[in-house]
Structure formats: structure tokens, C-alpha cells
């Protein structure tokens, strides 16, 4: 049911002029933007330099010069020199987009009230909601209108991960049959997973209804960015379903772990590769503006740490592994592990059920080559078939028969990640597709800029598709879907 009035925040809402959100990268008033800079500066090559073979020697390979100019129009470091930015006939492609980026750095810094980031409680229970797109999401949930580009940027950036997967999962998905985005086989293991997650017609879906439930559990493995939201994004996945229990398990050696408190310093703190975060060890120094930045060169880094909640736990004893647990809501339980899954997956392998469990990775680079795994010939091996990142992985969840989730970054990023599935060993041939692959409704809308080289530029979450386990025993197929008309 639409709501027939909307709150009047766009009228109350200053206006700023967008000139005071934009400054040249070296003149920001915010450290952590001057040393985002300073990283680029270092590692971005001059685009002119990489293709002007005019004044090159042929004795001499040039390497292109580092970008230390910066663009008068969009801020950033784009050329070697003021010659080479004007020479370049290209930049006016990005400049805009860049431009934008630039700005929405400065907005999110800037102290105003976000009121884009202001959450909706509960449902009711007689609203339906709408997973169509994220306008309907927006309207059908009771968010404060999001009356600027700049606002949907920022929303979607905060909330494609839970509305992903709520948009994947959800009864009122817009990944459907009929817009062929979900296959038959896709349909029948959605309506198992769905069977737990919702109530039958007619019932009201309340937390109530959640007595004898399972749990549902989602499995993100990979977890970096994802593992440092705060509970409470999360929990706007869990107000989708308001009769589920949900247990995310956060998995991956990029997790985010909670940081210390006080002098203790928790068991699940002592490994992990907590090096590559200059604030883990700070405890309660860091802050926004801490000037050190990571850049994003090849992976992004490993978030900071997230705040310990009262009710965190460590779980090293009961899974072995650097982990928390924080039971957040009645509804929502979030364990975070800094592990592969391949230590952990003992663990879960006999309770894994494809009426209340499914997988996650969001970009997970499978048809990237490995840094680390090579091939006889040499060659990097990709991702998803390389034993030190997902070729182990794959073939345990596809056993499992759960239905797995995948995001791409760009059109691209999930072409590549698609086709490596038919070059992996226990992979080729052995899945079905739940999720035909396309682009995903619930996208960040934000362009995320290549410290490396800022003509490259991609949006979280971009594409989504899925696929599950064959069936190949029709017994078996029988077993696990005969119950299926009964609950529905
Ligand atoms: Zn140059
Ligand atoms: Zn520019």
C-alpha cells in the first residue's frame, strides 16, 4: 500500500551552492582527501604519456610520468603537466563523473545533516513493500524522499548490501520468471528459501510468526566493505522479513573485526592481517580524518575496525578462528570471521540446508588472476579455480545445494567472473542457474574512482546473478522440493 503523504523534508532542506562542495584534491580541507592525492599522485600514470608515441626515442622506453597535475574542472589528478591536460583529447569523458565524485566526497565531509542516511524502523504489517527498483523501495519503506541525485547517490552507496540481498530474496523480488531474470530451476530453490523466510498467504508476517522458525542463515564470503557497515544498514534487511531470524556470517581474511576496548585486547585481535590497518593498533585515536590512506589499488583495503557493541562477543573458541559474534536485534545475529572459508566450512557442512542457508560474494574477482597460484606454464591461475583463493570453495557450496549470489562491479567485471565458471575444475558443469547475470536494481548509484588510474570507475554491486548445485539425482530433487506445495 503506497503512502499518500511524504515527509516534507525537501522542503525544509538547505540548499548549498555545489561551487562550496568542490575543491582541487590538494586544497580539500579534509586530510584523508589531500592524502588520497598524495596516493594517487604516486601511483596513477599521465594518460598522455601512455599513448603519445610522438616524442618518445625509439632507444628509450619512457615510462609515463606520474599525475601530478590536477584538472582545474574536476579536482583530481589526471596528467603529468598542464601540456599533457590540455593535449588530452579524452579527459572530457570522465572529467564530469569525476567532477561528481569529487563533490560527493566533500558533501559526505561536510557536516550537514544527512538526512538520506536518516532509517526507517519496522514495518507495519499490513504495508506490503516493493523490491522493484530502489524509488519503490524508498517509497514503499517510508524513507524521506531522496529529491537529489547526489542523496540517491549516497543512499545507494549505504544500503546495496542489504537491499541486495533483500532484493534477491525477497517474495516481491524484481528478479522474476517473467522478465526471465529467474530461471524454473531458480524459482523452485527461491520458493524453498522463501517458504522460511516468509509466512503463508493470508498470515500476517509479524515477529510472531517467527516461533519454529529456522534460522536463515547468509553465508558473505570475501567480506571486506560489507563486514564494516554498522548493525543497524543491516538490520533494514531484517525488516523485509519481519518473521525471520536472520545470522549473517561474515567470512573472509578482509572481515572487519571489532576493535579493542579499553586495555583488553580480545583473543580475536592477536592474528589476522591487521598490518595492513594503520588504525587497528590506535584503538580510540583514529577518527575520520586520520591522514594515512589505503589506496585501492588492485583489491580494496581491509576496513577499519568496527565499534565493539555491548553485547559482542569473541567466538575464537567456538569456531577456532579470529571471530565476534553480537546477538544485534531478537531478529538479527551478526558473526564476523577473519578466516577462508575452507577453515570454517567443517563447521557448517552438515547443517547447510537450502531451505533456510544461502551464500553470498559480492565482486568476489573469480576470473581474476591469482596473485599467488600459477599454473604449470606459468600462467596465474583465475581466482576461481586457484587453491589459494576460491577453486577449494566453490565446489563445497555447490554440494550444499544452496543457491549462491554474486555481484560484479560493471558489465565487464561480471562478464569475466561468468565466463571463468566454465574454466574451473568442479564448477564446469556442475551448477544450474537460479539468477540469469545482469544488472541489479539495487546497484550503488555512486562512481568509486581507481586510485591507480582514475579514468577507471565502477559502481558496487552492479550486476547480480546465481546459481545452485545440480541436481543431478531426481530422487533427491523430489525429496527436497515434495514438501514444497504443503507450506505454500
Ligand atoms: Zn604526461
Ligand atoms: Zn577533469
Redesign the pocket.
Known amino acids: 500500500m503506497l503512502k499518500a503523504f511524504r515527509p516534507l523534508l525537501s522542503f525544509l532542506k538547505a540548499t548549498r551552492p555545489a561551487d562550496s562542495l568542490f575543491h582541487p584534491f590538494s586544497k580539500s580541507p579534509y586530510a584523508a582527501v589531500r592524502a588520497r592525492a598524495e596516493a594517487i599522485r604516486k601511483l596513477a600514470p599521465c594518460p598522455v604519456c601512455a599513448t603519445d608515441h610522438a616524442h618518445i626515442h625509439a632507444h628509450t622506453k619512457a615510462q609515463p610520468k606520474a599525475v601530478q597535475f590536477e584538472?582545474?574542472?574536476?579536482?583530481?589528478p589526471?596528467h603529468c603537466s598542464q601540456i599533457h591536460?590540455n593535449d588530452d583529447p579524452e579527459?572530457?569523458k570522465?572529467?564530469p563523473r569525476?567532477?561528481e565524485a569529487n563533490e560527493d566526497e566533500h558533501d559526505l565531509r561536510s557536516g550537514r545533516p544527512m538526512h538520506e542516511f536518516e532509517l526507517p524502523g519496522p514495518q507495519g504489517y499490513e504495508e506490503t513493500v516493493s523490491l522493484t527498483n530502489w524509488d519503490l523501495f524508498w517509497y514503499t519503506r517510508g524513507f524521506p524522499s531522496m529529491d537529489t541525485e547526489r542523496s540517491r547517490r549516497h543512499a545507494t552507496k549505504l544500503l546495496t548490501y542489504p537491499i541486495t540481498i533483500g532484493g534477491a530474496l525477497h517474495q516481491h523480488s524484481g528478479l522474476t520468471l517473467r522478465n526471465q531474470r529467474l530461471t524454473p530451476e531458480g524459482s523452485r530453490s527461491l520458493a524453498a528459501l522463501r517458504s522460511t523466510l516468509h509466512v503463508p498467504p493470508g498470515a500476517p508476517d509479524t515477529d510472531e510468526a517467527s516461533v519454529g522458525k529456522p534460522q536463515v542463515r547468509l553465508f558473505i564470503l570475501g567480506a571486506r566493505a560489507e563486514s564494516s557497515l554498522p548493525p543497524h544498514v543491516w538490520e533494514q534487511l531484517t525488516m523485509l522479513f519481519p518473521s525471520t531470524h536472520f545470522h549473517l556470517f561474515f567470512i573472509g581474511p578482509q572481515v572487519s573485526l571489532p576493535k579493542s576496548s579499553g586495555n583488553t585486547v580480545p583473543q580475536s585481535q592477536k592474528s589476522g592481517p591487521e598490518e595492513d590497518s594503520p588504525t587497528a593498533s590506535s584503538g580510540l585515536n583514529e577518527t575520520d580524518e586520520n591522514p594515512t590512506y589505503l589506496p585501492n589499488v588492485y583489491q580494496p583495503p581491509t576496513p577499519k575496525p568496527i565499534e565493539r557493541l555491548k553485547r559482542t562477543r569473541s567466538s575464537l573458541e567456538k569456531y577456532g578462528v579470529p571471530s565476534y559474534t553480537v546477538p544485534y536485534t531478537p531478529q538479527l545475529t551478526i558473526t564476523g570471521m577473519q578466516a577462508n572459508y575452507t577453515e570454517v566450512h567443517a563447521q557448517f557442512q552438515h547443517t547447510l540446508d537450502p531451505y533456510s542457508d544461502a551464500f553470498f560474494f559480492f565482486s568476489p574477482g573469480f576470473g581474476f588472476p591469482s596473485p599467488d597460484s600459477f599454473a604449470e606454464n606459468g600462467e596465474p591461475l583465475l581466482q576461481i579455480a586457484s587453491p589459494t583463493e576460491w577453486g577449494p570453495v566453490l565446489p563445497m557450496l555447490l554440494a550444499s545445494k544452496c543457491p549462491i549470489f554474486v555481484t560484479g562491479f560493471s558489465p565487464t567485471d561480471v562478464e569475466r567472473d561468468v565466463r571463468s565458471l566454465s574454466t574451473a575444475p568442479e564448477v564446469a558443469g556442475e551448477f544450474e542457474w537460479v539468477i540469469t547475470p545482469g544488472p541489479n536494481n539495487f546497484g550503488s548509484e555512486k562512481w568509486e574512482v581507481a586510485d591507480f588510474d582514475p579514468r577507471v570507475m565502477v559502481k558496487t554491486n552492479w550486476g547480480i546473478w546465481a546459481i545452485r548445485g545440480k541436481s543431478r539425482d531426481l530422487q533427491e530433487q523430489k525429496s527436497l522440493f515434495s514438501s514444497l506445495p504443503s507450506l505454500l
Open positions: 584538472c582545474p574542472d574536476c579536482g583530481w589526471t591536460w579527459h572530457h570522465y572529467c569525476l567532477r
